[in-house]
């Protein structure tokens, strides 16, 4: 939400690799989530610009725990759980040169503060990475919405980038085509005939736990599993699809099953990369015979539905 | 005789690796290259837990499922897009664009909502 109130500098993992020189983790790790990301474009990688890969890198982590990728980090931001927007404050004014008169701040020493802050307006070119640790914390797509602040105030002094690190591997195309096909990038209702986009009213988690939606197609997902205890329950009320090659928790509470093959490994097709860039999916193996595409179904699920409205 | 795909594109982060080389023999996955330890055990065992070998449906919740063909449960399932009042559609984000195309685009026929997993 945070991104389309204010938009943000955006660069290729390519990119970021020839060039950046500061990288910031913030609430994510890397090295368990995304294992080759620092070794293929963000840390260890040798780039045009920076020959000697890790080196040529200051790498800052924000984390409340001492991740695997906090213990390789140059500088360990370890704030306390909860207090991310505190912290980017706190950063903001330390980046305008203005005096704390606080020892700490989110149970941050003010001098590593200050500390990371002087690295950041040194580098070249910067480069924000952020997970689920800062949009699961309390504050949500707010804590997105100050860090892109910061990053509008570090781009007064320097080239700063920021992206999400994302999950799933096409959570991107998602976001990709659903705003090509309705203007909004995710958490769109189209239940009055046009587009609506208002996070905390229409995403997944709001129209379940206030018990609004009566039907749910839930596709290659386990939000049985993910799910507040509160969106579960109703899911359980209400009639519930899946489309997923496998038994889930939420298949479990499901009334159809529908499997698909593996895109990617069964089946080709296109995804976008966190940085936006779309790759060609290739099948290495045949799907298993009698089993659908998920286009197939969907195809044929679009070609149904019209007959019927 | 193994067969080795190169430039494969690993299916299983954000990070998206295009440098996989997989080892196929009679339509199995023997062995990857260049994948990180996840790409590496999703290839090799991507059908994982219990895998479904036909669609399944059931009336009650209670009950247990039934085996049934793609037609019947892909058509109940558009009769109860079509009959609800405000279907939610989530997840999309591990299936490819073109299937997103078409999930999608039925989705804004039946007027859902449409969500996935950035926004949790
Ligand atoms: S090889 Fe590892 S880091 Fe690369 S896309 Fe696959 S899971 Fe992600």
């Known amino acids: ?309 | 005789m193994v067969e080795v795909i190169k430039n494969v594109v690993c299916p299983f982060c954000g990070c998206l690796c295009d440098d996989i080389e997989v080892m196929v023999e009679n339509n199995h996955i023997v062995g990857t290259k260049n994948a990180c330890r996840i790409g590496h055990a999703k290839f090799m065992h991507f059908e994982g837990a219990v895998r479904y070998t036909e669609p399944l449906m059931r009336e009650n919740k209670k009950d247990d499922f039934k085996k049934t063909d793609y037609e019947t449960a892909i058509e109940e399932t558009a009769r109860l897009l079509v009959e609800s009042k405000l279907p939610l559609m989530y997840g999309f984000s591990s299936i490819d664009c073109n299937a997103q195309h078409a999930a999608i685009s039925t989705g804004i026929e039946v007027g859902a909502i449409l969500d996935n997993t950035a926004s949790v």
């Open chain 1, 1 to 309: 939400m945070a991104v389309q109130e204010i938009g943000y500098p955006v660069c290729t993992l390519g990119e970021a690799k020839s060039r950046s020189d500061v990288v910031i983790f913030w609430g994510c790790n890397p090295i368990h989530a995304h294992p080759r990301h620092m070794g293929r474009y963000s840390i260890y990688a040798r780039g045009f610009f920076r020959e000697r890969g890790r080196n040529d890198r200051t790498v800052i982590v924000v984390d409340p725990r001492k991740t695997d990728t906090a213990k390789l980090a140059d500088v360990h931001v370890q704030l306390e759980p909860h207090k991310d927007y505190e912290l980017v404050s706190a950063m903001r004014a330390a980046l305008r040169g203005y005096e704390f008169e606080v020892d700490s701040v989110a149970g941050v020493p003010v001098e590593t503060i200050y500390e990371a802050m002087d690295l950041c307006k040194s580098a070249q070119f910067g480069q924000l990475y952020f997970g689920m640790g800062v949009t699961m914390s309390k504050g949500r797509h707010r804590n997105v919405d100050i860090a892109i602040n910061l990053i509008i105030d570090l781009n007064t002094y320097t080239k700063f980038g920021l992206m999400p690190m994302r999950g799933h591997y096409n959570v991107n195309g998602f976001n990709q085509v659903v705003t090509w096909l309705t203007g909004y990038p995710f958490g769109v209702d189209l239940t009055r005939g046009y587009p609506r986009y208002n996070p905390g009213e229409t995403c997944a988690n709001d129209v379940l736990q206030r018990g609004e939606t009566d039907m749910m197609l839930n596709i290659a997902a386990d939000s049985g599993a993910h799910f507040p205890q509160k969106a579960i329950e109703h899911m359980a009320k209400i009639p519930l699809v899946c489309v997923d090659p496998h038994q889930t928790p939420t298949t479990e509470i499901s009334n159809i099953v529908i499997p698909t093959s593996f895109s990617g490994v069964e089946t080709g097709g296109v995804a976008y990369r966190m940085d936006g860039v779309p790759l060609e999916l290739k099948k290495v193996v045949d799907v298993p015979e009698g089993i659908w595409t998920d286009k197939d179904v969907f195809d044929y699920m679009l070609k149904k539905v019209k007959e019927m409205l």
